[in-house]
């Protein structure tokens, strides 16, 4: 207890991540989409907000959506150097590099807009990291009109990603974006 005093008046901001470690992630009760977006959307922003760490924040942004919506894969790619590279993400394990225009992920970097495939084998130069995966949606996060890096969702089901999940995984884009 007296630990936790003198975190607290001498090392604030320390004191805050502590306390935030120890929150759990509520899930609203509903299997209605837009209801569970808007219920995680204040808790990402109460998770990222007092956190400066990008891989932090990253990871658990991913980690928050596979526990709502459990997709089969989401994650980050971020701009390194002219390549995308594997962030953090939960799922199985996926193509570490990706050149700018080759697949989804690297189309929504070029054309700095979601992308949303509903059926990717049908889409030109889809890189396929998992056969399992059928749609799939890629949000590039911006900052000053330049890509950061891009959120990348993957469905097994085929036609699984709609308007509802761009325009919320583009505020939570936003949210990363402030904070990156
Ligand atoms: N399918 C993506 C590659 C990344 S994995 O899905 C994790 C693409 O075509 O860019």
Redesign the pocket.
Known sequence: MLLFLCIYFFFPEHFNSIVHMAEELHLASTTNKKELYESLLPQLQSLIEPETNLIANLANVSAALKQTFNWW?V?FYWVEENELVLGPFQGPI??TR?AMN?????SAWAEKRTLIVPN?HEFPG?????AA?NS?I?VPILKNNVVLGVL?C?SEHFNHFDAVDQIFLEKIGELIAAKA
């Not at 080759?102 to 690297?106: F, L, Q, S």
Request: charged share 20%; net charge negative; proline share 0%.
């Open positions: 894969w994650g996926a193509c990706i080759r697949g989804v992920c690297g990717v889809h890189i396929a990291c998992s995966s799939e890629v990348d993957d």
